[in-house]
Structures are given as structure tokens and as C-alpha cells.
């Protein structure tokens, strides 16, 4: 085992739960003390006084991570590695893409191109939610790495809290969830994605170099807060000769995990 290992506090500012961030603790302990399968991990009592959390904090991280098939529980006996572990990754789609990329170590720069009031609904798909707001904003941003376009991106929020930010925050912020996380109205609680082949506008074509009518793909995401209220819908709109994704999921056990 490695020199003795120094337990983090926990961030209770953060947009991840605690449960989550204890979770992460627990894989980043076993990876830095070289755990092998069937290695007994830090009890209950131990995690409860180290990152100074509530019981019931550590059971559902802890069983979070029995789903996910990275351990197993021994009554009596205590948490060991799991002997059957897959090399996994937990699915946090939280981040967005900007946030994704940047866990990467690719720092998007942002240029904002248009901000102004918009109607009720913008008609990107149908059956896309509305936002709770008469009086919308829609900000629009281009994406770019080392001066290449990756996407545009629109979003449409209520004007009181768009104006609780500066134009160099709504710049330079990964705005969901980082930027509107600050607040209890826009802390992110539920998000739906909608999927789908996007052809240019002339508009669009000529922000994005392409030709008028050139197929992409669009990502529509509907975002609530925790009393199920939409307060934001956006859109990415990808590049997609940029952009390359691909998700392996394999079964195991009665789990699914991204391998």
C-alpha cells in the first residue's frame, strides 16, 4: 500500500451532490493506493470521520457504486473491491459539453454573437418544453479550440437571470451548470436531451463556414430545477466533421456500464 493517504473535504458548494463527490473518493483511494480486486476498501465509521458526512451520505455512495459493479458489500465483513470489476466510468453528462471537453484538457474559447428577447418558443422540435418566463433572452455563442469551430450553441433563459451575470461571465462560463448552479432557481435537478439532423439556415451556414442547407447534428436540452421547473432550453449545433463520439456499454452482471 502507498504512503498514507490524505482525505479531501468535501466541496458543499459544489453542483455535484455529496453522495457523488464521496463516490469519486472512493475510486480515486483505490486507484492511488493500488487497490487489486477483493482489497477491503475504508469502513462506514472511517469515511463518516474522515470527510466528515452523514451516514446515509456514505450508504448511498457506497450502493451507488455496488450498482455500478466497482464493489461489493460483505455484511459483517466490510467493502472489498469488486473481483468481477470492469474498468468503468460513471455517466455525468452534467458538465455539457464544454465541461466535458475541458476534463480532456481543451480549454473552448467562447464568442458570444448575438443576445436579444425572443417569443415564447423558438421552433428547433417539437414537443420541446417552454421555459417559465414571459420575458426570454436568447444567447448565442460560438465554440471554438485552437481557432477551429466546434459548435453553436443557443440558449434561451429568462431575462432576470440572465441579468444576474456580466457579459464576461456568460463569455467565459460553462454556463449549465457551472454559471446558473449559484442559484437555487437555476441549480440543475433534471435535463432531457432531444437528438437530431440539423440542415443550415443561411444565417447559421454563414456563422458556421458550411453551406446553406449542410446536415449537422443538434443536441435540444430541456433543464429543470428541483421543483420541476424549466428555466432554460438550449442548443448545440455540432460540427460534426470536428467531432467523433462513440459509447461502448457492455453488460455486467444484471448492470449495464460504459466500458
Same mark, same amino acid.
Given at each position: 500500500m502507498n504512503e498514507e493517504y490524505v482525505f479531501p473535504q468535501m466541496n458543499r458548494n459544489s453542483y455535484k451532490p455529496i453522495y457523488i463527490q464521496v463516490s469519486e473518493f472512493i475510486i480515486d483511494y483505490a486507484k492511488k493506493q493500488e487497490l487489486g480486486?477483493?482489497?477491503? #476498501?475504508?469502513?462506514? /465509521?472511517?469515511?463518516?470521520?474522515? #470527510?466528515?458526512?452523514?451516514?446515509n451520505t456514505v450508504r448511498q455512495a457506497v450502493d451507488r457504486l455496488a450498482k455500478m459493479g466497482f464493489l461489493t458489500k460483505v455484511r459483517g465483513q466490510g467493502t472489498f473491491l469488486s473481483q468481477k470489476r470492469k474498468p468503468t466510468v460513471d455517466i455525468d453528462d452534467t458538465q455539457g459539453f464544454e465541461g466535458s471537453l475541458k476534463n480532456l484538457g481543451l480549454e473552448?474559447? /467562447?464568442e458570444i454573437i448575438e443576445k436579444r428577447h425572443v417569443g415564447d418558443r423558438l421552433q428547433w422540435i417539437d414537443g420541446?418544453?417552454?421555459?417559465?418566463?414571459?420575458?426570454?433572452? #436568447?444567447i448565442r455563442r460560438l465554440k471554438s479550440f485552437s481557432g477551429k469551430i466546434l459548435a453553436l450553441e443557443d440558449r434561451i433563459l429568462p431575462d432576470h437571470v440572465v441579468d444576474r451575470y456580466t457579459d464576461e461571465e456568460l463569455k467565459k462560463e /460553462?454556463?449549465?451548470?457551472? #454559471?446558473?448552479?449559484?442559484?437555487?432557481?437555476t441549480d440543475l435537478a433534471k435535463f432531457r436531451y432531444y437528438f437530431s439532423t440539423y440542415k443550415t439556415s443561411k444565417a447559421v451556414s454563414g456563422i458556421l463556414h458550411k453551406d446553406e442547407g449542410t446536415p449537422f447534428l443538434q443536441r435540444i436540452g430541456e433543464y429543470y430545477n428541483s421543483n420541476d421547473e424549466?428555466?432554460?432550453?438550449?442548443?448545440?449545433?455540432?460540427i460534426t466533421d470536428e467531432i467523433k463520439v462513440c459509447y461502448e456499454v457492455e453488460k455486467v452482471d444484471d448492470f449495464w456500464v460504459l466500458t
Amino acid at each position: 500500500m502507498n504512503e498514507e493517504y490524505v482525505f479531501p473535504q468535501m466541496n458543499r458548494n459544489s453542483y455535484k451532490p455529496i453522495y457523488i463527490q464521496v463516490s469519486e473518493f472512493i475510486i480515486d483511494y483505490a486507484k492511488k493506493q493500488e487497490l487489486g480486486p477483493g482489497d477491503l #476498501l475504508p469502513s462506514e /465509521n472511517e469515511l463518516i470521520s474522515k #470527510l466528515n458526512i452523514s451516514r446515509n451520505t456514505v450508504r448511498q455512495a457506497v450502493d451507488r457504486l455496488a450498482k455500478m459493479g466497482f464493489l461489493t458489500k460483505v455484511r459483517g465483513q466490510g467493502t472489498f473491491l469488486s473481483q468481477k470489476r470492469k474498468p468503468t466510468v460513471d455517466i455525468d453528462d452534467t458538465q455539457g459539453f464544454e465541461g466535458s471537453l475541458k476534463n480532456l484538457g481543451l480549454e473552448v474559447e /467562447n464568442e458570444i454573437i448575438e443576445k436579444r428577447h425572443v417569443g415564447d418558443r423558438l421552433q428547433w422540435i417539437d414537443g420541446l418544453d417552454t421555459v417559465n418566463s414571459d420575458n426570454l433572452i #436568447l444567447i448565442r455563442r460560438l465554440k471554438s479550440f485552437s481557432g477551429k469551430i466546434l459548435a453553436l450553441e443557443d440558449r434561451i433563459l429568462p431575462d432576470h437571470v440572465v441579468d444576474r451575470y456580466t457579459d464576461e461571465e456568460l463569455k467565459k462560463e /460553462n454556463i449549465c451548470p457551472f #454559471l446558473l448552479g449559484r442559484y437555487p432557481d437555476t441549480d440543475l435537478a433534471k435535463f432531457r436531451y432531444y437528438f437530431s439532423t440539423y440542415k443550415t439556415s443561411k444565417a447559421v451556414s454563414g456563422i458556421l463556414h458550411k453551406d446553406e442547407g449542410t446536415p449537422f447534428l443538434q443536441r435540444i436540452g430541456e433543464y429543470y430545477n428541483s421543483n420541476d421547473e424549466c428555466f432554460m432550453v438550449g442548443r448545440h449545433i455540432f460540427i460534426t466533421d470536428e467531432i467523433k463520439v462513440c459509447y461502448e456499454v457492455e453488460k455486467v452482471d444484471d448492470f449495464w456500464v460504459l466500458t
